[in-house]
């Protein structure tokens, strides 16, 4: 194939495409004429969070084959932070990651044995501090001033909230924070180091 036959596929595949979606109208453009481009409102729906967020919680405890899951078999947990929401989910098996409102985060942490151990005590202490969790199927994030605990069991999800101001009130919870705490600062020394 000479240079010019080439050149010419390699514009027809990723050229005309291109054309076509400069040429496409968003439904919002459309009765819009004045918003920005529609490359642009794209770029602002990119951000994954909610769809992870979602995924982590309402993860089904089948996907952990080979595992024994008496219970509880993962942890979600919101917390505010500046400007948005952080979400750690760490999961029986060690796997775990980091999610944040604005886009950023961190995944796959499990590949590291430090943190692959950190998730897995997380999960074994939510175990055992499920006292106040009460059964849901509604998932509202964290605000400014609350820290939501989504404990994943076999008989489905479980949630205990509590307000910053009160973190040293409630000793359950505090101890899940503290721990979660733990994970999240493991996952980002090996991030740093790595």
Request: hydrophobic share 35%.
């Amino acid at each position: 194939m000479t240079t010019i036959h080439a050149l010419t596929l390699a514009f027809g595949v990723v050229g005309f495409p291109a054309f076509l979606l400069s040429k496409r109208k968003s439904s919002t453009q459309q009765q819009h004429s004045g918003n920005s481009n529609w490359l642009e409102q794209l770029r602002l729906d990119r951000n994954p969070y909610q769809s992870l967020r979602f995924l982590a919680i309402t993860t089904p405890p089948y996907k952990y084959n080979g595992i024994q899951v008496d219970s509880v078999y993962g942890i979600v947990i919101d917390y505010p932070v500046k400007n948005g929401t952080g979400t750690l989910a760490s999961y029986i098996t060690g796997e775990c990651s980091l999610y944040m409102s604005n886009g950023s985060g961190i995944i796959n942490g499990e590949k590291h044995e430090s943190v692959r151990k950190a998730a897995m005590d997380l999960v074994d202490l939510a175990s055992r501090n499920m006292h106040t969790a009460i059964p849901t199927t509604r998932y509202p994030s964290a605000t400014n001033e609350f820290v939501r605990f989504y404990i994943l069991t076999n008989q489905g999800v479980r949630t205990s909230w509590f307000r910053i101001s009160d973190l040293n009130r409630n000793e359950e919870c505090h101890t899940l924070f503290a721990e979660a705490n733990k994970v999240i600062r493991t996952m980002q020394l090996t991030t740093v180091l790595n």
